[in-house]
């Protein structure tokens, strides 16, 4: 008999179709980690909601949370989708799919307002650093000298998608690998309990396009060049919070709004998540010495979000009656008398 959570579900029950994407894709890795990560925090599906736009990370929704609602969009617009889902239903979870042609290209400004905003979200951008879905062309995340059989060699700089989020004011962003699934795994179990968008950059390996040894989205630079900034272990609210036995000043702890705990346990610096300033100079400088910086590189749970900024009411507005909504008789008569 299949293992079961808290709620009575199986992993089985958290999937979705079968995946179409290329074996060994990065994308795959994700997808399964965030299957893992629902089931072991015993969330219905029923109370999350997907979005995506256009690409191979954007297909990657029909292959996880087959019970969870979800709507698949126009390229770039996934976050106008959560946006408007969010505010129709502040109850649910949202998980944003996309990648690093449908959120730094196409979809750069709706990625730069959606943090802005501050929209709830788990906002996932599978980066490639290939348009792998129209067949191996150059991405916005493309690093400089990167030759691709198809286009050629890329004279551009590349956009860092976390350097993006932090001038966009984000209050989480965090850099993974996806040849590390369990910091993968707890990166987004924090994500999913923050109130804010969460941003999660994950290098994805695209194994058709974009795979050589030297390309900066390979598996084996990846592993090779991967400079994690800490241990991470996500304690949920109803677990008693305990402190193991480490040295002093060697862990940090940091407190969600619903009391999650994130722990974050020094590994090479004593590195401050919260420290808006130290967080651009660690992507700066892991740009220069070309390092894949990867763990929680940000985080500001006391910014409110578009929800507590709108002070919406507990009824989710999309539950909201006719007779919620229609003003009483003498609320009309007073605004009549104010106009005539």
């Known amino acids: ?20 994407l290329c074996q060994g894709c990065g994308h795959n890795s994700i997808l399964s980690q965030i299957i893992a990560a629902c089931y072991e925090m015993d969330i219905a599906p029923e109370e999350i909601v997907k979005f995506s736009g256009i690409g191979c990370s954007s297909k990657a929704p029909t292959y996880m949370l087959s019970r969870s609602f979800g709507f698949n969009g126009l390229h770039g617009r996934m976050p106008a989708l959560a946006t408007g889902a969010m505010l129709g239903n502040k ?22 307002h959606v943090i802005r905003r ?81 941003i999660l950059d994950i290098i994805s390996p695209c194994v058709t396009f974009n795979n050589r040894d030297t ?45 999650s705990v994130i722990r974050l346990k020094k590994l090479e610096r004593d590195y401050d998540p919260t420290n808006r300033m130290a967080a651009v100079t660690i992507l700066e400088e892991a740009r220069e010495k070309n390092w894949l910086i990867t763990g929680l590189i940000y985080i500001n749970p006391e ?29 009309i008569d007073e605004v009549n008398a104010l106009m005539f």
């Open 1 to 20: 008999m299949a293992a079961v959570n808290k709620i009575g579900l199986s992993k089985a029950d958290y999937r979705g179709a079968p995946s179409t």
């Open 91 to 112: 109850t649910l979870l949202g998980v944003g799919m996309s990648g690093d042609g449908d959120s730094a290209s196409i979809g750069m400004g709706q990625f730069k």
């Open 118 to 198: 501050n929209v709830p979200l788990l906002y996932v951008i599978a980066n490639n650093g290939v348009y792998g879905l129209t067949k191996g062309q150059l991405s916005a995340t493309s690093e400089v000298g990167l030759t691709l059989k198809k286009q050629g060699t890329n004279p551009f700089e590349p956009i860092d998608i976390c350097l993006e989020a932090m001038a966009s004011n984000a209050t989480f962003v965090a850099r993974s690998f996806a040849g590390d699934p369990k910091q993968v795994k707890t990166l987004i179990k924090a994500a999913l309990r923050h109130n804010g968008t969460a």
């Open 215 to 259: 390309s900066m989205h390979s598996y084996s630079w990846g592993k090779s060049h991967e400079t994690p900034l800490h241990d991470l272990t996500f304690i949920p609210a109803r677990d008693e919070i305990t402190v193991e036995d480490f040295e002093e000043g060697s862990t940090r702890d940091v407190t969600m709004h619903d009391g």
């Open 303 to 331: 910014r409110p979000s578009l929800m507590d900024i709108c002070n919406l009411v507990d009824t989710p507005l999309n539950r909201l009656t006719e007779k919620d909504l229609r003003p009483k008789p003498e609320t």
